[in-house]
C-alpha cells in the first residue's frame, strides 16, 4: 500500500539553528499539505501545494519558514532559525484531488522537532 | 472562521463496552469530514470519511454518522478493545480548502 513517507523521523536542535524536513507524497498525488501539531493540540495548516505551486501559505510564518516543491512531487519545509516555540510535530499529508475537497487525505509519520 | 470542538477531551472506559465520541463545528457549509486515529508520538491514521451528501459510514466496528445542518458528527465504537486506546481526531473540509481540526479525545480502553 502506497504511503507517504517523511524524513527524518526525529530532530533534535539548538535554538537559533537551521532544520529542513523532507516528505514525498503518494505517487501521483496533486495536492501536498504540511501541517504543524502542537502536543495536545489537532494539527494546523502551514501549507498547501497544488503540483509545485502554493495554494494556501496564509499561515506560515514567513519570517523563519519556507516551502518548495519545485518539481510538484516531493517537498521540503525549511525553518531558520528555529525558536524554542517551534518544538511540535510537522506532518505531511497528500491527496490526489485537483480541484475539489471530496478526496481523503493520506499523513505520513510525521517529523518530532524539539528545539533545545 | 470554522471551529471544531470535540467532546470528552479524554475517555476511558472498561474493555467491551461500546462508546461514542462527538465533534462540532460552526460553519456547516462543509465538502467533507474525516475521523482520524493518532497513536502516541506518530502520524494520522485516516478512519472514515464522510462526504457532505452523507449521513454515515461505516467500517468494521466503527460507524460515522454526519448531521451538517446542526454541525456535528459522532463516532460509534462497538465492543471496544485494548487496542482502540488512542487519539481520535475529526476534521472538516470546505471545498478545496484545509482541514480544520479538533483538539482530539484521548480514549483509554480498560482490560
Known amino acids: 500500500e502506497a504511503e507517504v513517507a517523511q524524513s527524518p523521523r526525529y530532530k533534535i536542535t539548538e535554538k537559533s539553528q537551521a532544520v529542513a524536513f523532507w516528505c514525498d507524497p503518494i505517487?501521483?498525488?496533486?495536492?501536498l499539505y504540511w501541517y504543524r501539531q502542537i502536543l495536545g493540540q489537532g494539527p494546523e495548516l502551514l501549507v498547501q501545494?497544488?503540483?509545485?505551486?502554493?495554494?494556501?501559505d496564509s499561515q506560515l510564518p514567513k519570517d523563519r519558514f519556507s516551502a518548495e516543491r519545485l518539481k510538484g512531487v516531493d517537498s521540503t519545509l525549511k525553518i531558520q532559525p528555529a525558536e524554542l516555540g517551534d518544538s511540535a510535530m510537522y506532518l505531511c499529508?497528500?491527496?490526489?484531488?485537483?480541484?475539489?475537497?471530496?478526496?481523503?487525505?493520506?499523513f505520513g509519520p510525521g517529523t518530532r522537532l524539539t528545539v533545545t | 472562521k470554522q471551529e471544531v470542538t470535540q467532546i470528552p477531551a479524554a475517555l476511558s472506559v472498561p474493555e467491551g463496552e461500546n462508546l461514542v465520541l462527538n465533534c462540532s463545528f460552526t460553519?456547516?457549509?462543509?465538502?467533507?469530514l474525516q475521523w482520524f486515529r493518532q497513536d502516541p508520538g506518530k502520524g494520522l491514521t485516516s478512519l472514515l470519511l464522510?462526504?457532505?451528501?452523507?449521513r454515515e459510514q461505516t467500517s468494521g466496528r466503527l460507524n460515522a454518522s454526519l448531521d451538517k445542518s446542526s454541525g456535528r458528527s459522532t463516532l460509534y465504537i462497538a465492543a471496544s478493545q485494548p487496542g482502540d486506546s488512542a487519539t481520535y481526531l475529526c476534521?472538516?473540509?470546505?471545498?478545496?480548502?484545509?482541514?480544520?481540526f479538533g483538539q482530539g479525545t484521548r480514549l483509554t480502553i480498560n482490560p
Open positions: 501545494f497544488q503540483d509545485e505551486s502554493v495554494v494556501d
Open positions: 460553519d456547516s457549509a462543509i465538502y467533507n
Open positions: 476534521a472538516v473540509r470546505k471545498g478545496a480548502q484545509k482541514l480544520v
Open positions: 505517487s501521483g498525488h496533486a495536492t
Open positions: 499529508a497528500s491527496s490526489p484531488d485537483l480541484t475539489g475537497g471530496g478526496y481523503e487525505q493520506y
Open positions: 464522510i462526504q457532505s451528501s452523507q
